[in-house]
């Protein structure tokens, strides 16, 4: 008579591969999710910029003034994507708007990782001169006044 079925020393076996097979490739997995929204959030942050310069060029707030606009300015001219344009898309928050003290000239915008080191390791900054720059110290903040980046900052290349 033969048995069917697997014995206990069989089955702790195929446990254990399993473990080890996923204790490999969860890391892996996860510095690629990583990497992917990083680089998805400096092609954000290079559609933003284009959105500004067709805002300001083409003045699409139609009030007369040559400037740059705020994100939500940017959505409802249908320049963004609405997704984008909610300040949240693949695991970084954005926020862009112009200089408080120089509409017609400066803007700034930065992407920062929604959870720091788990949806991104580095933050991202853009402004009207179109270089993306960013940093792994620290989230950064929104600057509305001289739109310049930090000098710790580094630039992508």
């Known amino acids: 008579m033969k048995r069917q079925g697997f014995t206990l020393i069989e089955m702790l076996m195929v446990v254990t591969i399993i473990a080890l097979v996923a204790a490999l490739a969860i890391p892996n997995m996860m510095a690629s999710r990583k990497m992917a929204n990083e680089t998805s959030a400096m092609a954000s942050l290079k559609a933003i ?17 040559i400037d740059y606009g705020m994100l ?14 909610t300040g949240t898309k693949s695991g970084f928050f954005f ?4 200089s408080f003290s120089s509409s017609e ?14 949806t991104g390791d580095r933050s991202f900054a853009i402004n009207n001169l ?5 940093t792994t110290f620290l989230r950064l903040p929104l600057d509305t006044n001289s739109c310049l980046m930090d000098a710790s900052m580094i630039p992508v290349k």
């Not at 926020?95 to 112009?98: G, I, M, R």
């Not at 803007?107 to 788990?118: E, K």
């Open 105 to 118: 000239y400066l803007w700034f915008g930065v992407g920062n990782p929604v959870v720091q080191n788990q």
């Open 130 to 134: 179109g270089q993306v720059y960013y």
């Open 95 to 98: 926020q862009a708007t112009y």
């Open 49 to 65: 910029q284009n959105a500004e310069v067709m805002f300001r060029e083409s003045d699409r707030d139609k009030d007369g003034n």
């Open 72 to 85: 939500s300015e940017l959505v409802n001219c249908q320049l963004l994507d609405p997704v984008l344009g």
